[in-house]
């Protein structure tokens, strides 16, 4: 593969590929956990987190997170609680890819003197709001009131992401037969690995005969392709990598990254069948000096299975158009050509917007897990980030040290 | 309760208020660019092919096809309880933009990517607001 051409025509940093890695990591409680707020499940995951890096919070002099969409300069409100000052320290907004680029402009402010070890973390609270009153619920609505839509959708009864991203299934499904057999069969390996996993949100067996039996939510969504709604927070801690390496746990080299935003519009081009991931994942390859075929296991943001789907053809594990043939030849599941989402995913561990991905990418290369866990012989992980509105990417590549 | 079983409205920013000021006649009005007769949805006041800031609304044809569609089968909001299923539908316009409606006068079952549909428009309350229907 030509890295040159992958990259568009942008210098990839690759300086900047090992550089620095993450020394430390952990999540919050996950799944329902009432009566604590999002922004206390992200604290509990950066204590966590510096724990298991062997640092002390005043060892943190940046803080990038993401806030709750109601929240205003959210940094400022964990960099209280956590009782430091920081040298860097910003909210980012980017949805779903705000947790893979708040790495990746740590790395930045890390190289060019900024700060020297920043902790980057989300946490929400959204099974306790979604369930805090029937109005809650019956409006799944996570967004606060002055973000909804005022025209071009409510009118039409156009309500939620479960409905964006399923025209993007739709409009796939139409140009190459894929099936709900096919999302069945991502929803079915990623509760298989949650099974494995004692923190993860659902705790039952889902069969293939199960995921067509769930009530339908959008078609061509039903409930199984939908990711949960939780009460979940994690957090990495970046650092240069040669003072990582006398830190309580083996680093995980950043080797990677990149970002594209579809920015024209989810409903514009072909966007939603050829997502941001294809030109994200392309500088982060040419960033690592690597490709697909390089990678060992895939941490993809699952917000609803086809988004798996379409992000694996983007990111070049097979061609646009057979993604379908791929996840149903049993590829995701630990064991098989390409262990995916292996702590469950959004789907079945919990939902923090792509910060648990970043989470488990990290763990599989500790090699720390116990044997039915863990992705044998694992050197490279590719974790993705997607949101906003539908447009936004970020990509990840980390390495075994 | 009454209040929020009536289907919601559109709430018009300023520069989508000549949008649904053509609706109300019936009219299907795009904005269109004085200097390079691009069009696009939804409404600004920046054409987004040039960046012109000359720009008027035209009427269009009404008609296109289906890009892509979804059926809501989950009530989001109790005034469509009546409704589910239903489709929601990005519309491909003959003349390029797209724009989300809801195709009736078909069963959603029926619906298919690429079929060729037309306008029709339906009264909410004091708005009118555009749908489309198989041709």
């Known amino acids: 593969m030509n890295i040159a051409d992958l990259s568009n025509g942008v210098e990839p940093a690759r300086e900047l590929s090992d550089y620095c890695s993450i020394v430390g990591t952990a999540t919050s409680r996950l799944g329902k956990v009432p009566g604590v707020s999002s922004l206390d499940l992200l604290v509990e995951a950066i204590r966590n987190a510096v724990d298991d890096a062997g640092l002390k919070a005043s060892d943190i002099d940046g803080v990038i997170c993401r806030g709750p969409d109601e929240s205003y300069s959210h940094h400022q409100v964990v960099a209280e609680r956590l009782g430091i000052n920081a040298r860097f320290s910003t909210t980012l907004t980017n949805g779903g890819a705000s947790q893979i680029l708040a790495i990746a402009i740590a790395v930045m402010a890390i190289r060019f003197g900024l700060a020297k070890t920043i902790v980057c973390g989300f946490g929400r609270d959204t099974w306790s709001r979604t369930h805090a009153s029937e109005e809650a619920r019956v409006r799944n609505e996570t967004r606060p009131a002055s973000q909804r839509p005022r025209e071009f959708g409510p009118e039409y009864g156009y309500f939620g992401a479960t409905a964006a991203h399923a025209f993007g299934a739709t409009r796939h499904m139409h140009l190459y037969g894929t099936t709900r057999d096919d999302f069945g069969a991502i929803a079915t390996a990623f509760r298989e690995h949650a099974l494995r996993n004692p923190d993860a949100q659902m705790k039952k067996p889902l069969s293939m005969e199960d995921y067509h039996a769930g009530r339908m939510i959008v078609a061509p969504f039903g409930i199984y392709d939908c990711s949960l709604r939780s009460d979940a927070a994690g957090a990495v801690i970046v650092t240069r990598t040669d003072r990582a390496r006398d830190m309580r746990r083996p680093p995980v080299l950043i080797k990677g990254f990149g970002t594209f935003n579809n920015t024209r519009g989810w409903f514009n081009d072909d966007n939603m069948v050829v997502t941001a991931a294809k030109n994200s994942g392309a500088a982060a390859y040419a960033m690592a000096g690597l490709g697909p075929q390089d990678v060992d296991t895939a941490q993809i943001y699952d917000c609803f299975t086809y988004m798996v789907l379409t992000q694996l053809e983007d990111y070049g594990f097979c061609k646009k158009g057979e993604g379908g043939a791929f996840v149903s030849s049993g590829a995701l599941r630990l064991g098989g050509a390409l262990p995916c989402n292996t702590s469950g995913g959004q789907l079945s561990e919990a939902h923090a917007e792509g910060m648990l991905q970043i989470v488990e990418g990290v763990r599989q290369l500790r090699h720390l897990y116990p044997a039915e866990r863990q992705v044998k012989d694992a050197e490279i992980a590719l974790i993705s980030g997607h949101g906003g509105n539908q447009v936004c990417h970020s990509t990840l590549i980390l390495g075994k040290a | ?135």
Request: proline share 12%.
């Open chain 2, 1 to 135: 309760m009454s209040e929020v079983r009536q289907k919601p409205v559109p709430r018009p920013a300023p520069e989508s208020a000549p949008y649904w000021a053509a609706a109300r006649e019936r009219r299907l009005a795009l904005p269109t660019c004085d200097d390079c007769s691009g069009q696009w949805f939804p409404p600004s006041r920046t054409c987004p092919h040039c960046l012109s800031g000359r720009v008027s609304f035209t009427d269009v044809s009404g008609r296109g096809k289906v890009y892509s569609f979804v059926t809501f089968h989950r009530v989001y909001h109790p005034a469509f309880e009546g409704d589910v299923p239903y489709v929601v539908a990005l519309i491909e316009l003959e003349e390029g933009p797209r724009l989300l409606s809801n195709i009736v006068d078909v069963a959603p079952e029926d619906v298919r990517c690429e079929m060729p549909v037309e306008v029709t428009f339906e009264d909410v309350g004091e708005a009118v607001i555009p749908k489309f229907r198989p041709r």
